[in-house]
């Protein structure tokens, strides 16, 4: 299973550089307004639901719980984003957590610098730091053949139409590939910190405008089992707000783990 994840790390990079061109040359040849609107909204999608709420939050860090359907869901549409499987991201942000901004940190910019805004990771796949999926065949299926699933998929957009191939497609994957690396470099290197903690998380309000509330990094590595990466109230998390109506939605509000509960 390692070769799986090593070829989802390294085509995370190859993702980034073509589909920006792709998006750049698509954008000039076809502009149009009311498609982007779609771009955002499927952002949106494999963004904060996939990987923010389900990858990050859910699958993670157990901060809450929520129906397998919408597990099953958020985790393709996340999966689609282009960042990597389930299992893959889970691995990498565990030991980012185990080892932050120290030697083992797979993403750290004291140790790569501003080069893991281009994909530059250091780390050694170790299965068991996701284990919590790896009996599960929906996470490991994904896994195991993410490219093959994440090239159909894209066909499938544009064969139905190629402006749903650009828009639903192309563009979002340009964003949320660029976004998600630019974070792992913002998150600790810019910002102001609300606690402290063994390493140099950040708490960074742009960052956290565009990947749905994750730039309160600092909030989140004080308090890493919290549903909410919020501690003062101007700082805007979209994330804990959808976490809160799908625990709402599905009853299981009671499951929520608040901002005291590490």
């Known amino acids: 299973m390692t070769k799986y994840f090593y070829s989802n790390v390294k085509g995370i990079v190859i993702t980034q550089i073509l589909f920006a061109v792709l998006s750049a040359v698509g954008l000039y040849i076809a502009f149009d307004a009311n498609w982007l609107i779609l771009s955002l909204l499927v952002y949106f999608v494999s963004g904060c639901l996939g990987i ?3 990858y990050h939050r859910y699958l993670t860090h157990k901060s809450f719980k929520m129906p397998q359907w919408c597990i099953y869901l958020f985790s393709f549409f996340g999966a689609m984003g282009g960042t990597g499987s389930t299992l893959g991201w889970l691995s990498v942000h565990r030991t980012h957590h185990k080892y932050s ?7 750290s910019p004291h140790n790569a610098g501003w080069k893991i805004i281009f994909g530059k990771y250091n780390y050694n796949f170790n299965p068991m730091d996701a284990k919590s999926v790896l009996r599960d065949k929906f996470h490991v299926t994904l896994h195991r053949y993410y490219y093959l699933i994440f090239v159909i998929w894209g066909l499938a957009l544009f064969a139905i139409d190629p402006y749903l191939g650009l828009y639903g497609f192309i563009i979002p994957v340009t964003l949320q590939t660029w976004i998600s690396n630019v974070t792992n470099w913002a998150n600790h290197s810019t910002g102001y910190t609300n606690f402290n903690t063994s390493d140099n998380s950040k708490n960074t309000w742009w960052i956290s405008a565009l990947n749905w509330g994750d730039g ?10 919290s549903y909410t990466f919020q501690h003062k109230w101007w700082e805007i998390d979209i994330s804990a707000y959808a976490i809160r109506l799908i625990c709402l939605l599905s009853g299981t509000t009671n499951t929520i783990k608040t901002f005291n509960q590490k």
Not at 101 to 107: A, F, L, Q
Request: aromatic share 4%.
């Open 52 to 54: 923010t709420v389900t």
């Open 216 to 225: 309160w990094h600092n909030n989140h590595h004080a308090r890493p089992g």
């Open 101 to 107: 901004d120290k030697d083992g940190d797979p993403h």
